[in-house]
């Protein structure tokens, strides 16, 4: 069956946030995330592995689907509902296979060959960026825009693609106008530790207007 998104789609960042995974999960929860992507660059795994299965804790008891960035071994160990690959990680067939046919399975893309290569491969969802410029990547790539968006958006066909990279309230809406199905969402959300349920609401609305 054909994945279905919701609009907005969070990311945990622990440097930006200052909180743990479990605590941005949290407050995510509170503002109306229904599927957040746990995503740490610099944790050492244990340590990943511990504050990831805090975190899926907290969404099982509120029914809300947690995909763990890049880690397909910690996914599986703690029974996540999916995983969102890189370009560089563990290759989509590989993952597919081990993580089973109902996990949900993501990949970052981030030009329109690469794209059109993923539409071929056994995953959920595509994403596509950066769309804007961002903060939350040390090596994040040229921008692509939204034209580029449009482009990729008749590629890949009916599967689901998640628009990424420096989107914020006052771009959301166009970002979805122009073929994303939904956007991933960092730094507009989590940056302000006190304001993540807030920023969650506030961003559903934008993307609702």
């Not at 692509?144 to 990729?152: F, N, Q, S, Y």
């Amino acid at each position: 069956m054909r994945l279905k998104l919701p609009k907005i789609y969070p990311i945990t960042d622990t440097r930006l946030s200052g909180l743990s995974h479990a605590e941005q999960v949290k407050e995510l929860i509170a503002g109306g995330a229904t599927i957040i992507q746990l995503r740490d660059k610099h944790a050492a795994p244990r340590e990943f592995y511990d504050q990831a299965a805090d975190a899926l804790e907290i969404a099982r008891r509120q029914g809300v689907r947690l995909i763990i960035n890049d880690r397909v071994d910690i996914a599986i160990a703690l029974k996540a509902d999916g995983v969102h690959l890189g370009q560089t990680d563990m290759p989509v067939s590989a993952a597919r296979d081990l993580l089973g046919e109902t996990a949900i399975l993501g990949i970052s893309t981030h030009s329109l060959a690469q794209a059109q290569f993923a539409e071929s491969l056994p995953v959920n969802y595509i994403a596509f960026g950066p769309i804007f410029g961002t903060s939350t990547k040390e090596n994040p790539g040229l921008t692509v825009g939204l034209e580029t968006l449009k482009d990729v958006r008749s590629i890949v066909g009916s599967l689901p693609l998640v628009a990424i990279g420096g989107i914020d309230f006052a771009t959301v809406r166009a970002t979805l106008k122009s073929g994303a199905d939904c956007a991933a969402v960092i730094s507009a959300i989590v940056a302000e530790s006190t304001q993540i349920q807030h920023n969650m609401q506030k961003m559903l609305l934008a993307a609702n207007s």
